[in-house]
């Protein structure tokens, strides 16, 4: 026989109406003050589109002259892939693939070098085949962007720099450490005098909450009898006839320490700015060579022959000042949107201008499209500290070979030499 545990039994260890449920997890609505200039926050991450004042305004009717490329290849000479240097950089790719054997590799016979006039504009690559011109188009508009976002950390009595200690800055008027041009970086750092200590929203200040696992009672029943209990001589083993087992989440108290604030009571909240660095890249690429990937170029380098940020010809380096840097400022030769770590460097133009006298006008008309695109797109979210354009000579072979009666080819790409092919003679097989 057996009989159904006494409610009184069930009772012992009743929790504390004291102790509150858990809360959430992030502060409900009016728990935290309004910040003057961060009034339209309401949680999550908060975009703010830059001021007037850090926006470029292009100059209407410019454009940027590149150097004609066809006689640029006179002044650049890229080494040839010689019948030794095409094969050692086979031999090379060969050993890379462990299906791929080396003997033909070793004992090919070449048939033809045909070398590839390639020119990349930025990442804008050219192919000059038989007179015929294949372009890939790339534009770069390097781009910040801020928003905020309420952060807390456990209150320990460290120093709350709290809205008494000085006026609180905008959101573009907080000081960052400026990355390298054209570099994708994101950066977090507390808006200046935003902090505030308040008791903790999930325990409501308390420092413990009630254990969900047991609803507080500090107990549950037990999984071998169920909370009943067997007669003496079939008494459960798992509970001693008790029908219940102490709460091993709370220990048997009926509450937890509260996961928010380790049972400090206290939380410590502040702004956080989150400041992202990014390059914006616009590609145009028609196909006009279909035997070789476009993509592959984007891991190789090349010899470049003209870059294009807008530069100005005034250094601001102290060997080379020629004016005051305050006479520049008031002259407005150094805009408002210029970061002040970049001051030292070749005052330059934002943005740059579409491309003209290019062998090509597919270039000239990607080029313009290109900048229209990113100026409406980005100005409006983010703020565009550079742009820039490229021109590269990017060495590019064609080897044709033998072997065993049937003729091949592959490609050397790229002053590292890269290889690239579609078939080999021979691979191992693997039974």
């Not at 505030?196 to 999930?202: A, E, G, I, L």
């Given at each position: 026989s057996f009989r159904i545990m006494d409610e009184e039994e069930h009772d012992v260890g009743a929790f504390d109406p004291s102790i509150p449920e858990e809360g959430p997890s992030e502060p409900p609505e009016g728990w935290l003050d309004s910040v003057t200039g961060y009034e339209d926050h309401k949680g999550g991450d908060q975009i703010y589109p830059p001021p007037p004042d850090f926006i470029p305004e292009?100059?209407?009717?410019?454009?940027?002259?590149?150097p004609n490329v066809m006689y640029a290849t006179f002044y650049i000479q890229l080494p040839q892939v010689s019948e030794d240097?095409?094969?050692?950089?086979?031999?090379?790719?060969?050993?890379?693939?462990?299906?791929?054997?080396?003997?033909?590799?070793?004992?090919?016979?070449?048939?033809?070098?045909?070398?590839?006039?390639?020119?990349?504009v930025n990442q804008v690559f050219l192919y000059h085949v038989d007179g015929v011109l294949t372009l890939f188009y790339r534009l770069e508009t390097f781009t910040e962007s801020r928003s905020s976002a309420w952060e807390h950390e456990i209150y320990t009595g460290q120093y709350v720099d709290g809205s008494q200690n000085g006026r609180i800055p905008p959101p573009w008027q907080v000081e960052v450490q400026y990355p390298p041009k054209f570099t994708d970086t994101v950066q977090k750092v507390?808006?200046?005098?935003?902090?505030?200590?308040?008791?903790?929203?999930?325990?409501?200040?308390?420092?413990?909450?009630?254990?969900?696992h047991c609803h507080s009672r500090g107990w549950i029943s037990c999984v071998s009898c169920h909370g009943t209990v067997h007669g003496r001589k079939r008494k459960c083993v798992g509970c001693h006839g008790r029908g219940r087992k102490v709460c091993t989440w709370c220990h048997g108290s009926g509450h937890k320490t509260c996961r928010k604030c380790n049972g400090r009571k206290k939380l410590l909240h502040f702004l956080q700015l989150t400041v992202t660095w990014k390059n914006q890249v616009y590609e145009f690429i028609p196909d006009r060579l279909p035997e070789f990937p476009i993509k592959k170029f984007e891991k190789v380098s090349g010899e470049a022959f003209f870059i294009d940020e807008s530069l100005l010809a005034l250094m601001l380096d102290v060997s080379a000042l020629i004016?005051?840097?305050?006479?520049?400022?008031?002259?407005?030769?150094?805009?408002?949107?210029?970061p002040q770590s970049w001051e030292h460097e070749i005052v330059q133009n934002v943005l740059v201008y579409p491309i003209v006298g290019f062998p090509d006008q597919d270039i000239c008309n990607a080029s313009e499209e290109a900048i229209h695109e990113h100026l409406n797109k980005y100005s409006v979210v983010s703020r565009i500290l550079q742009q820039r354009q490229s021109v590269e000579l990017v060495p590019l072979t064609q080897a044709f070979y033998s072997y065993n009666g049937k003729i091949y080819d592959y490609f050397v790409y790229g002053t590292e030499k890269k290889v690239h092919t579609t078939k080999y003679p021979t691979c191992c097989t693997v039974l």
């Open positions: 292009p100059e209407n009717d410019r454009s940027a002259s590149i240097v095409a094969r050692e950089a086979l031999l090379k790719f060969v050993g890379k693939k462990w299906t791929y054997s080396s003997k033909p590799a070793q004992n090919l016979v070449f048939k033809d070098l045909r070398p590839f006039t390639v020119y990349r507390r808006v200046p005098h935003t902090s505030s200590v308040k008791p903790c929203h999930q325990c409501q200040g308390k420092g413990h909450v009630r254990c969900t004016y005051p840097k305050v006479m520049l400022e008031q002259e407005g030769v150094i805009p408002k949107l210029f």
